[in-house]
């Protein structure tokens, strides 16, 4: 048996939400893996915005959404995550199935260029407002860049204080390896009504 990797383990996660015809977020499309996973999931019904504030990324992505025929499924934004709530349609709000964070740095690109908590606590915080009940945000944190302590140190405070009857907050991580990537997964209570704009 081998465990999952924290990515791995966020895919499957979100795979148990997402249905065909779901609406989802992907805040940090990098190279856009996770952008064609999100779309692939909701299939043609269902819809995918992206963000990403590198030029470079965003064309990375679009030709890997091209290769795999599913640009017309995606809606990308050279905008920071932080811009999420001013950005996305007005009535996602409160039915968004899933929204993923990858944070660290473009690979192979600039690793100057790296997710901040300046951005990332509030792009967590608009995420969960446009959540759907029991929809599920996953933020996969990396530790081995400059600066990435710090963001995944303040994501887990962020996520470990979340009203327990609102949210449910878990956190996956080996243990046994040095900057080992961690997961952090939070589900959205059922019992919440879906807020209007």
């Known amino acids: 048996m081998s465990l999952p990797t924290a990515l791995t383990l966020s895919h499957q996660l979100i795979q148990s939400v997402l249905q065909p015809g779901a609406w989802a977020v992907d805040a ?7 952008t064609l996973f999100l779309a692939q999931s909701v299939g043609d019904q269902g819809h995918v915005h992206g963000f990403d504030i590198q030029a ?4 990375r992505a679009e030709a ?7 640009q017309e499924r995606i809606t990308l934004h050279q905008r920071s995550h932080d811009q999420l709530a001013k950005t996305l349609p007005p009535d996602w709000r409160g039915r968004v199935a899933a929204v993923m964070f990858n944070l660290g740095y473009l690979p192979k690109g600039n690793s100057s260029i790296i997710t901040r908590c300046e951005t990332t606590l509030p792009a967590l915080s608009q995420a969960l407002e446009w959540l759907s009940p029991g929809g599920i945000l996953t933020a ?8 990435g302590k710090d963001e995944a140190d303040r994501v887990l405070r962020f996520a470990a204080t979340l009203p ?16 080992a990537p961690s997961l952090v997964a939070v589900i959205k209570s059922k019992k919440q009504t879906a807020t209007k704009a």
């Open 140 to 147: 996969v944190l990396y530790t081995g860049h400059p600066g």
């Open 64 to 70: 890997l959404f091209r290769k795999h025929q599913v």
């Open 56 to 59: 470079e990324a965003l064309a």
């Open 28 to 34: 940090t499309v990098g190279n856009g893996h996770d």
């Open 164 to 179: 327990p009857r609102q949210y449910r907050s878990i956190r996956y991580q080996t243990m046994n390896r040095d900057y």
